[in-house]
């Protein structure tokens, strides 16, 4: 049932996005927004700050989403309540500049900028960090994780979708997400973007990235996984990675080159 209202609630929130945004932007949440990992800061809420072994050796390669399923039910069983775990991620500090870069976007969102977050992490971690930083309405949609609490006080996590790329861990490819947002907002304005932006740190965010054209721009975060697989992939494959790369290590630097490109 929240699953289905959690999409009335997003198709709603569809059909009041304007359509005279010049520009698309799409954020990653994890070391990208917040300078830490949501999933490995809710560790903090168990015994004695850390995970049993038994527990951290169910964790299989491409399987994150299942484990993390386990993680929940585990912190629940020890009596972590739903207070404690938003108290702990509306504590995560944003990266640095990142606030700033808000700040620019909410000023100049009302008239160049549509904002969407793509996430592997989970609506409850994200929610609550956004709603305690004061920027949530400065998205126009979330495409991440369902998670709700049950009757009994567990924070249940459902997997995003299912989808047939070998890149990516089995709940989420976020090019798949960010190709289907994109071809499904251009046909309902009736024009393409003029350019689509690309905020991440990730390996997760490498494969949406893949997606984008030579008048896009992508901000991977500098020396992360994202950064290294795009020089890799420029060495490698000279012409498969298309868009522009304007690698950070403080958000102030997306918002010089977003100026920039504003003004053109």
Known sequence: ?????????????????????????????????????????????????????????????????????RVLAYLAEQGVTENIIRSIMEKIP????MLTLFQYLRNRSSLDF?????????????????????VRHLFNRIFTNP???????????????SHDCLRC?????KQVVVRDYVARRTQERGRPYQRVFYVGDGANDFCPALSLGPRDVVFPRRDFPMHKLIIETHEAMPGE???V??????????VQRLRKLVAE
């Open 94 to 97: 944003a990266t640095p500049g």
């Open 147 to 161: 998670a709700t609490f049950n009757k009994d006080g567990r924070l249940v996590m459902r997997p995003f979708h």
């Open 1 to 69: 049932m929240n699953s289905n209202r959690s999409s009335e609630t997003m198709a709603s929130r569809q059909t009041h996005i304007a359509s005279d945004k010049r520009f698309l932007i799409f954020f990653d949440f994890d070391e990208t927004i917040v300078d830490e990992t949501s999933d490995d800061m809710v560790v903090q809420a168990a015994p004695g700050k850390h995970l049993p072994g038994w527990l951290q050796d169910t964790y299989q390669p491409g399987r994150y989403n299942e484990y993390m399923q």
């Open 241 to 243: 990675f298309k868009a």
């Open 245 to 254: 790369t304007v690698p950070w290590a403080s958000a102030e630097e997306v």
């Open 114 to 134: 549509e904002v969407v977050l793509v996430s592997d992490a989970n609506t409850f971690f994200i929610e609550s960090w956004l709603q305690r930083a004061g």
């Open 169 to 173: 861990p089995d709940n989420m490819c």
